[in-house]
């Protein structure tokens, strides 16, 4: 009988210890901390919203804690709104949190337009207040005011300026006999439902400096998201497309970056690109079905394939680097170059292609060996020639439809500045031991990429976009 009274004692005072232990604390030195102090939103375009980003307070005690507020200071009218362990509220009160457990704060932010082209900041906090303390996490928000355009057609010649952003939400469709000019310094974001159809004519008048470049990518700009490929689809150029001229456009982020169809209805290319950028694009940065471009001065670069042409077509390419280095976002898989006159019904249709002081190259991971595919398919004229470029490959006959001359340079490095994967740094231009140097052909370019002056002292020009300063 004494033995039984003392389990039950001792079970009894286990119980009370154990209920002791996970009761509430209401000591002001017990211990919460948030995951974060501030949470920073990028720039986030008034009226359409942002993403949502989350903080976590944690009980970091042995008993439980009792939250008596969850605050958000600027109340109802707030840009910011949150959502506390899954109630959606300005105020939340009594959280009881489970010791050495957390609960979750979701917190977005709209912001409302107003008259400023420059972008501006608004700024709020979250006061948790628990056992007689308070403790604050700052939110800001950096808002841009833009010009939204949602389905919309273009059906006459259009002017855009760069007072404000455009934001493209649903598309964008330029109607055939219209033109769209944009001019320098114009940005342009899209969103992820948003392709750029030109089924007339699109003008871009950039010019070399950033502030004054032409952009188009996509509209999620925050931490995260802002270098993702594919996230916007892309610009289209349709079969009634006509005399497309790009300068100092950049094009980033997409799904495909320059996707063109058939033949130009006049005896001009389709697409001219001068001195443009298109980067990090999930597919093909060019994709050209039986069609026609011409490039000058381009980097292509870190796409899923850099430059697709199918079904034949017309093409000239001059200065341009094409490269890829596999990275967090994408893996170097595909040749940067890929050329064939077949089309769906495996038949031939005639290709006209010249590579004139051009670079293809990309990492040396083993995925890919040779930087170049080249496919011929039935009889039908096929030219594919390479002219004082630098180019990787390893296996011969997959190059065998094509013709390179003697001053091409195979399978060196083009050196260039500096590759680093890790911190996405991929400066393309040469460094001075680069064999690129110096090793082109007078095409009649006075001018790099950047904008300068293609000289040397052997009156040669440098292989790829950009010229050795």
């Known amino acids: 009988m004494k033995s039984l009274f003392t389990l039950l004692f001792?079970?009894?005072?286990?119980?009370?210890?154990?209920?002791?232990k996970t009761g509430f604390t209401d000591s002001p030195d017990a211990l919460l901390t948030t995951s974060t102090d501030t949470l920073h939103f990028d720039t986030v375009f008034t009226t359409t919203g942002s993403v949502t980003q989350t903080f976590k307070i944690f009980n970091q005690n042995d008993r439980k804690l009792r939250i008596s507020k969850v605050a958000l200071m600027g109340g109802a009218a707030s840009s910011f709104r949150m959502n506390v362990d899954g109630i959606s509220a300005t105020?939340?009160?009594?959280?009881?949190?489970?010791?050495?457990?957390?609960?979750?704060?979701?917190?977005?932010?709209t912001i409302?337009?107003?008259?400023?082209?420059?972008?501006?900041?608004?700024?709020?906090?979250?006061?948790?207040?628990?056992?007689?303390?308070?403790?604050?996490v700052q939110l800001d928000a950096?808002?841009?005011?833009?010009?939204?355009?949602?389905?919309?057609?273009?059906?006459?010649?259009?002017?855009?300026?760069?007072?404000?952003?455009?934001?493209?939400?649903?598309?964008?469709?330029?109607?055939?006999?219209?033109?769209?000019?944009?001019?320098?310094?114009?940005?342009?974001?899209?969103?992820?439902?948003?392709?750029?159809?030109?089924?007339?004519?699109?003008?871009?008048?950039?010019?070399?400096?950033?502030?004054?470049?032409?952009?188009?990518?996509?509209?999620?700009?925050?931490?995260?998201?802002?270098?993702?490929?594919?996230?916007?689809?892309?610009?289209?150029?349709?079969?009634?497309?006509?005399?497309?001229?790009?300068n100092y456009a950049v094009m980033k982020n997409a799904y495909q970056g320059i996707i063109t169809l058939d033949p130009s209805t006049n005896s001009n290319y389709k697409v001219t690109l001068n001195q443009c950028i298109i980067d990090n694009v999930y597919d093909a940065g060019v994709l050209s079905s039986g069609s026609s471009v011409k490039a000058t001065n381009c980097l292509i670069s870190n796409c899923g394939i850099n430059i697709a042409i199918t079904s034949g077509g017309r093409y000239d390419f001059t200065h341009c680097t094409v490269a890829s280095f596999s990275n967090y976002y994408l893996s170097h898989k595909n040749p940067v170059l890929s050329i064939t006159n077949g089309n769906d019904q495996n038949q031939g249709a005639q290709l006209d292609a010249v590579f004139r002081n051009c670079i293809f190259y990309g990492d040396q991971g083993g995925l890919v060996e040779d930087e170049i595919k080249i496919s011929k398919v039935g009889t039908a004229l096929f030219r594919a020639s390479f002219e004082n470029v630098l180019y990787k490959f390893k296996n011969n006959t997959a190059l065998a439809a094509g013709t390179f001359n003697a001053a091409s340079i195979a399978n060196q490095s083009p050196q260039f500045d500096s590759v680093d994967v890790a911190r996405r740094v991929f400066n393309f231009h040469l460094k001075r031991s680069s064999p690129a140097v110096d090793k082109g052909v007078d095409a009649g370019v006075p001018i790099d990429l950047d904008g300068n002056v293609r000289s040397a002292a052997t009156g040669k020009p440098d292989i790829g976009c950009y010229e050795l300063q």
């Open 112 to 136: 409302n337009p107003n008259a400023r082209n420059l972008a501006f900041v608004v700024q709020d906090s979250i006061r948790i207040e628990y056992n007689g303390n308070k403790e604050f």
């Open 142 to 246: 950096y808002g841009q005011n833009a010009n939204f355009l949602r389905n919309r057609r273009i059906t006459r010649d259009s002017t855009w300026n760069n007072n404000l952003p455009f934001v493209i939400l649903g598309g964008l469709i330029v109607d055939n006999n219209a033109t769209l000019t944009i001019n320098k310094g114009t940005r342009i974001f899209c969103h992820a439902d948003a392709p750029i159809i030109i089924a007339g004519t699109l003008k871009v008048n950039g010019e070399k400096f950033d502030s004054t470049k032409v952009s188009f990518q996509g509209d999620r700009l925050d931490q995260g998201y802002k270098d993702y490929p594919g996230s916007w689809p892309g610009i289209f150029f349709t079969s009634t497309s006509k005399d497309n001229v790009l």
């Open 10 to 20: 001792i079970a009894s005072v286990a119980i009370i210890t154990g209920c002791t």
């Open 91 to 109: 105020e939340v009160s009594n959280i009881e949190v489970e010791p050495n457990d957390s609960v979750y704060v979701f917190v977005s932010v």
